[in-house]
């Protein structure tokens, strides 16, 4: 199998991430004497910065941190609804559905108060440390992806009719790709949240940077921004639910993880609230149909794959939510059951499982049947979008993290602040009676989904991808190419991969594909027409287009018996990269 980049080894420390720069701030920080938490949160904070049209401050964050000695847990990053967030409420608006932009289907943002709570409970370096490096990119400027000018070449006209304060920040003018661009309002925010722990000790300035994001400066200027109209993608304007009171009620949260065995490894995952335990079913469902090894991604094996995920998929979009329970989810005799309805043919049917009782989905339009782009713009890209960050430092603490939401495209500009609010409410139902219907003070069932590899022989490692409805699939089809095909993590991130869109959206519009599957064409000629063959509603995408998997690890023993660390990146969209000594 071919690599696009050499397996990275080092015994120091290792940042992989979705843009170069938030992996190079990293692993300054390893450098300097930081550890991974301290690491972990820099880049963040810069790809805040660096990626605006994939992930935010207003954003949201899921983490699985590893602490040596402990067993992983979730740092959950996820804001809830505001407390004003009803159904009711929202049909008074007179819409049908949630919209994917605007102001309505905004949740409290998490992202910037979870990268402040890892680095009080287990960092070592101040926010104002932190912070430095994303505070110098927004002031002194940074080369713009051409992916991002056009993002904002795609929406000027919209930003400079309705969304006045985005069009002044980002699109008068418009950047061409690689052109120096600015944000010093962001700057002027984060620098206040470095400011308000000044003279304190380094946990009290993590928690007086908190304050003054869900209590003080931030919190007042969202309170105020919220109240005002601004058009969305229902093609009305319409005022937000989200208060200052909201942000002030919600802290971030650090909670066990769900997780599995799977062949010599526990993969970790985030709870109901998250895609993840998705990805265990899948993996669950399809283990005794797998060769023990095979040299490549065969038909029979992207079909039974395939067939596993769409049946663990159907469960999610008919369990999955805030506090629902999954506790049969990965119980043998269920997977059995599952397991049981794959076939020769790939099926055209959702399938949801009778987890607790008859299952139950919310109504879905087949995709011909829906507008494939709603007037002002959708909720999320489908593929590439948000951002990924996998840290390894060199005591063996490991953070697999995958902040996203604010997109630049999302919602309007809050112009005393540089950012814009995240629209994750869009997932949420406005149907009575489903684990994701709305509801005040709930988590949407959000798409982010980290994951983190503890083997048996006590190596830990952190992968993920952006990539919405995709994340868990790339990241399935990664973990098939490391324990099946028996790859390194570099050619598995490298090899071929698929995913299916024979699901239910979880972004705007909310339909469903019959049969879709989308490969890469590498997967080779006979394979995509085996699978044709078999029913598969193929797609190629071409060779290479699907995922932005990274990958950092540490195990024990080694060079200098202090460990090594392994690190891969994804050369897909060229910016994706690792940094590793």
């Known amino acids: 199998m071919m690599r696009t980049r050499p397996p990275l080894q080092g015994s120091f420390g290792a940042v992989a991430s979705t843009h170069w720069l938030a992996s190079s701030s990293g692993m300054s920080v390893l450098e300097r004497g930081g550890n991974a938490a301290d690491a972990a949160a820099t880049a963040g904070f810069v790809l805040h910065v660096v990626e605006p049209h994939l992930n935010g401050p207003g954003g949201d964050l899921p983490a699985i941190v590893r602490v040596p000695g402990r067993e992983p847990r979730v740092l959950a990053g996820q804001g809830p609804t505001p407390d004003a967030a009803t159904i009711e409420r929202m049909r008074a608006e007179g819409i049908e ?27 070592t370096w101040t926010p104002g440390d932190v912070l430095a490096y994303a505070i110098e990119l927004a002031e002194r400027g940074h080369r713009v992806l051409p992916r991002v000018a056009r993002t904002i070449a795609g929406r000027a006209e919209f930003f400079r009719e309705h969304w006045r304060a985005s069009a002044e920040l980002w699109a008068d003018p418009a950047p061409e790709p690689w052109d120096v661009i600015r944000n010093p309002v962001l700057a002027g925010t984060y620098r206040r949240l470095a400011d308000a722990g000044s003279g304190l000790s380094r946990a009290a300035a993590c928690d007086a940077a908190i304050t003054a994001w869900s209590e003080g400066f931030v919190a007042e200027a969202i309170d105020r921004h919220s109240r005002h109209a601004a058009m969305d993608s229902s093609g009305a304007a319409h005022a937000g639910l989200l208060t200052g009171d909201d942000l002030a009620a919600w802290r971030p949260s650090w909670e066990p993880t769900t997780s599995m065995p799977w062949r010599g ?10 895609q993840g335990p998705a990805m265990l079913e899948a ?78 989905l919310a109504a879905v339009r087949v995709a011909e049947e829906a507008p494939r782009t709603p007037r002002s713009g959708t909720g999320e890209p489908t593929r590439g979008d ?70 048996d022989d006590g190596a830990v490692a952190a992968l993920g991808t952006p990539g919405g409805d995709q994340q868990d699939q790339w990241q399935f089809a990664m973990l098939l190419g490391m324990r099946v095909l028996g790859l390194d993590p570099q050619a598995a991130i490298d090899a071929p991969s698929w995913h299916l869109t024979h699901l239910v959206s979880s972004f705007e519009p909310r339909v469903w594909e019959p049969g879709g599957l989308h490969v890469e064409s590498r997967l080779g000629e006979a394979v995509i027409d085996d699978l044709r063959s078999r029913g598969h509603v193929v797609t190629d995408a071409g060779p290479w287009s699907l995922g932005r998997l990274s990958f950092a690890s540490h195990e024990p023993g080694g060079p200098g018996e202090g460990g090594t660390i392994r690190a891969a990146s994804n050369a897909r969209d060229e910016q994706g990269y690792a940094a590793l000594r």
């Open 283 to 360: 993996l669950g469902i399809v283990e005794p149909l797998l060769p023990e090894r095979a040299d490549a991604f065969t038909a029979d094996l992207v079909h039974v794959a395939a067939e596993a995920m769409k049946l663990a998929l159907a469960d999610r979009d008919a369990w999955f939510g805030d506090g629902a329970d999954l506790d049969r989810l990965l119980d043998p005799a269920y997977l059995a059951e599952r397991r049981a309805l794959i076939g020769d043919r790939a099926s055209l049917e959702l399938r949801p499982g009778a987890l607790r009782d008859e299952p139950r």
């Open 97 to 123: 559905h949630i919209p994917g932009t605007g102001l309505l289907a905004a949740v409290v943002p998490g992202a910037v108060p979870a990268w402040l709570t890892l680095l009080r409970d287990h960092g």
């Open 265 to 274: 490894t526990t993969v970790h995952k985030a709870g109901a609230w998250s």
């Open 386 to 455: 948000t951002c990924h960050i996998d840290v390894a430092d060199k005591d063996g603490m490991v953070v697999s993290a995958t902040p996203s939401g604010g997109w630049l495209q999302s919602s309007p500009t809050i112009a005393e602040l540089g950012f814009c609010l995240g629209t994750r409410a869009q997932m949420l139902w406005l149907e009575e009676g489903l684990p994701t219907s709305l509801a005040p003070r709930i988590r949407p069932r959000t798409t982010l989904s980290p994951t983190m590899l503890v083997d």
